[in-house]
């Protein structure tokens, strides 16, 4: 089993940065790779970003040249860092453990609860 908690969430003005982190624990060896996921009121959850953990990383188009995502293996934590934050990225933010699978990331049923943030304009 694997256990993930997000945190670093909140509310911010539009074009500024926030770093969320998502902490890995119990079987964090069986983890090939982790995902960001966001879900905005009304809306379907979308992959934002994820990385491998040979460092392998795809973005979001909407997303790409803002957000990076980044992990420490020691720590077993991945960090998404967002900057020039929009109002249209208010959101919950999910991590997620999964795998890349016929060149995508493939979710795997392991989630965190989420962390809200919110981008005021």
């Known amino acids: 089993q694997v256990q993930l908690v997000e945190s670093g969430g909140g509310l911010v003005q539009a074009g500024r940065s926030l770093r969320l982190s998502c902490a890995a624990s119990?079987?964090?060896?069986?983890?090939?790779?982790i995902g960001w996921y966001r879900q905005a009121p009304g809306k379907q959850r979308e992959l934002v970003a994820a990385i491998s953990s040979a460092g392998r990383t795809n973005y979001a188009d909407s997303v790409k040249d803002r957000f990076t995502i980044s992990r420490d293996n020691a720590k077993n934590t991945v960090y998404l860092q967002m900057n020039s934050l929009k109002p249209e990225d208010t959101a919950v933010y999910y991590c997620n453990a999964g795998e890349y699978s016929g060149g995508g990331y493939y979710a795997l049923p392991y989630w965190g609860k989420g962390t809200l943030v919110t981008v005021s304009s």
């Open positions: 119990g079987s964090t060896f069986s983890i090939d790779a």
